[in-house]
């Protein structure tokens, strides 16, 4: 891996941070749930594109890469079922909060969502920071050692 690609994984993982930082700052000071919750799908959306950038995997839509994690992460073992279940669970209150009429975030999705939210960039870093230790993306670790 290049200096370049390493860079970018790290830019989406300080993206990944910064936007579930926003969302605890948005709760504290009152906003929205909806908006909440578009920080902490973001949160989630850019430590999948640090993820994908390691395997030089890439797609323009959501939903694609939605998809390339359950494929190459979800499917293979790598990370727990769990953790796909979350990111579904923030695309799907994403999309109400932001696209649907009359369908409102409420403050239980946040609640709900917020942890999860953690531990998912938590489980992306760790895992990441381990193929950095390792240099190796041949070896993909069990669930076990997550």
Known sequence: MNKGETAL???RL???KASIEEAKVLLREGMSFRSIMNRL????????????????LGTSKHIGVISLFDKEFIKT????????KSLH????????????EQNEVTKEDIDEMLPKTQDFINAI?????????????????????L
């Open 14 to 16: 300080t993206q990944a």
């Open 77 to 84: 073992g790598t990370f727990k079922k769990d953790l796909s």
């Open 125 to 145: 870093e760790k895992f990441l920071f381990k193929e950095v230790k390792t240099g190796s993306m041949n070896r993909t670790p069990t669930n076990e050692e």
């Open 41 to 56: 799908y973001y949160a989630m959306f850019y430590a999948v594109l640090a993820l994908l950038q390691e395997k030089r």
């Open 89 to 100: 669970r923030a695309f799907e209150l994403r999309q109400k909060g932001d696209y649907m």
């Open 9 to 11: 994984i790290q830019y």
